[in-house]
């Protein structure tokens, strides 16, 4: 199917360079280059879909997407922009923007994005649909009729014997309430405006099968055969029912989405500068460290800084796995390994001691099949799963962590659908007092919690095991009951070797520079002392620039061995467009990429330019040193 797509603004050659790419997946393209010319296309036809620059020529595009919301609802609004805010997001968000991107577009994102957002439109219409098929079947259902006296009934119609599966001679002279209603399910609605009439009420009929379905019932009293009777009109409101629930699964659902969105809007506008600040307090005390003795007195202190500094990242890191899934480097690994290890870490001593009483058993198969996995996620993962079957028990119990080896030869349907193939089965079990029904369907929503806010973590526990287990193409299956619950998780089996890291020690000799000219750009005046302070301590020389338009401007009189670049930088060129400016000055040249928050997207931009070095900020003096070492090496020397 073909959408319609209007695409406003003013930079006539980006328009250009945009048209084909939306007509190669169907897309019927319209431009507009100001808000005056918007504003006339949408007088002239209706739009899936409409992409905005924030500035143009004459008013914002904040302006373009209220009068869209207002008078187009239909229409779905991405805004573009080389330029965002904390501000700017706060009022799209408002204005009911879908999504940013920035700019230049990285193609695959752009068109991922516009189909989320129609789709998005999409599901809101199918409620608006809905909500509208509701109150038709309310009107349009057809009504059982009895007449009753002191709830002895005396006639009954053709609907009304259909809808109960009786004939009418059945149900005369028989108490409506004992045959037809069952009395204790009776609940008032809100009163009618007519008031001659009593009700409606909400009950469950009664079939003379014994099967039972929601019914609505209005009564009034009338003169018949001379005597004052009942007349009671009454509903089958299964479809209602049904509708109803259609309707709520599809606010659901929206609900969902939109709360995915907006967090992962948030996520990706504010994890660059979180962490940017917390690369201060982590590098700083370790640097400190190393500089005073073993015997400094406040050498605990500055530990417990750094480390708390870690802490935060990783909550940082949870959110950006949770709502538009963290760039993460797969490897293969044992799943045995990473249970051993967790056994053997800070964490789990952490809970041992919190949790005394509770015991710790391991079933782990013996030629337990590899995955292709982020290990630091799934330690991660396992970490979560055991803290929350602790948190369950709270006092004395027993935890299972159990590996195996499973293949389904057909789809398997438990919690979702485990479709067929070779698994490694990683499972957490707890004899604790399991998980209720309602529960049970948001356990995986980010933020939902039952625990004490502040006491027991963030909320995003679960969500994280969900989100890194579907990143690595698997499936997650829960059972629970008043005797305890089930973690299954289901990650693909991988025949090839374990990945061996090199060790990691202290920064070795090999490792450290001879004076090589390091060339540093970020936006930030924090990071660039950081780096600079870091690159001295291992023997380079540190060149910095504030701005890509800077780094390029020194590249063209220096001689540089190595850029280390900051994917995002506002205002200016983003890294990847830095370091392409660069390559015309200085080919061959090697960079490292280092950021706070990078999209898939852009990585897979910087991989095509060459770069193979990507450092997640905040980063450790030993993740430098190994990232210079390896590229370093490998770059021609200066002549």
Request: glycine letters at 6%; one cysteine or more; a neutral charge.
């Amino acid at each position: 199917m073909e959408h319609a797509v209007l695409l406003v603004d003013d930079a006539i050659p980006f328009c250009r360079s945009l048209q084909p790419l939306l007509q190669a997946e169907r897309y019927q393209v319209d431009f507009a280059h100001s808000g005056a010319e918007a504003l006339d296309r949408l007088r002239q036809r209706a739009y899936a879909a409409a992409l905005v620059d924030i500035n143009l020529p004459d008013m914002a595009g904040t302006e373009i997407a209220s009068h869209l919301g207002t008078h187009h609802p239909d229409t779905a609004v991405i805004i573009l922009t080389g330029n965002a805010t904390v501000d700017n997001a706060v009022e799209s968000l408002r204005q009911g923007v879908y999504d940013f991107i920035r700019k230049p577009c990285a193609p695959e994102s752009l068109l991922r994005t516009l189909g989320h957002a129609i789709q998005h439109k999409q599901l809101q219409q199918d409620l608006r649909r809905s909500e509208k098929r509701f109150r038709q079947l309310a009107q349009a259902t057809w009504e059982g009729i009895i007449i009753y006296d002191r709830g002895t009934l005396l006639q009954a119609n053709t609907q009304l014997c259909r809808m109960f599966g009786y004939r009418e001679e059945e149900l005369v002279g028989r108490q409506v309430f004992s045959v037809l209603l069952d009395r204790a399910s009776i609940r008032t609605m809100d009163p009618g405006s007519d008031p001659e009439t009593i009700g409606p009420f909400e009950a469950r009929g009664i079939r003379k099968d014994g099967s039972t379905f929601p019914v609505e019932i209005r009564v009034k009293h009338i003169d018949h055969q001379g005597r004052q009777v009942q007349v009671a009109a009454i509903r089958d409101v299964t479809a209602n029912e049904i509708a109803l629930q259609q309707k709520m699964a599809l606010m659901e659902k929206l609900a969902d989405a939109q709360r995915m969105e907006s967090l992962g809007l948030m996520a990706s506008s504010v994890a660059h500068d979180l962490n940017n600040i917390l690369s201060g307090i982590i590098t700083y005390p370790e640097l400190m460290l190393m500089d005073l003795g073993r015997d400094f007195r406040h050498r605990e202190e500055l530990i417990m800084i750094r480390e708390a500094g870690k802490r935060a990242a990783a909550v940082v890191n949870d959110l950006l796995t949770v709502a538009r899934g963290a760039t993460c480097k797969k490897e293969v690994h044992n799943l045995n390994t990473l249970v051993t290890a967790y056994l053997k870490s800070v964490e789990y001593r952490e809970i041992a001691q919190r949790y005394p009483e509770i015991k710790v058993a391991t079933y782990l198969e013996g030629k337990l099949l590899n995955i292709s996995c982020s290990a630091m996620h799934l330690a991660k993962s396992i970490m979560n799963l055991v803290n929350n079957a602790a948190e369950a028990i709270q006092t004395s119990g027993q935890i299972t962590i159990a590996t195996k080896n499973v293949c389904f030869s057909l789809p398997y349907q438990g919690y979702e659908t485990i479709e067929p193939g070779e698994y490694v089965l990683l499972s957490v079990e707890d004899n604790g007092p399991g998980i209720s029904e309602q529960d049970i369907r948001q356990i995986f929503s980010p933020f939902y919690s039952k625990k004490v806010m502040g006491r027991s973590g963030t909320g995003l526990g679960l969500a994280v095991v969900w989100n890194t287990v579907h990143d690595h193409g698997g499936f997650v299956d829960v059972v629970t009951s008043s005797r305890g619950s089930l973690f299954s998780l289901y990650f693909p089996a991988d025949r090839q070797g374990v990945f061996r890291p090199p060790p990691q020690a202290a920064v070795s000799s090999q490792q450290r520079g001879r004076g090589e000219r390091i060339l540093v750009v970020d936006d930030q005046k924090s990071q660039r002392e950081i780096a600079r302070r870091l690159l001295t301590r291992l023997g380079y020389e540190p060149l910095t620039a504030a701005s890509g338009e800077e780094a390029v401007a020194i590249v063209r009189r220096t001689e540089v061995d190595l850029v280390l670049l900051d994917m995002i930088m506002d205002p200016g060129m983003n890294g990847c467009d830095t370091y392409r400016r660069i390559l015309e000055h200085a080919p061959g040249l090697k960079a490292i990429i280092t950021s706070g928050y990078s999209s898939a997207e852009d990585i897979n931009r910087a991989l095509e330019l060459g770069i193979s070095q990507f450092i997640r900020k905040p980063y450790s003096l030993q993740e430098l040193a190994q990232a210079l070492s390896l590229e370093i090496r490998s770059a021609p020397s200066r002549t």
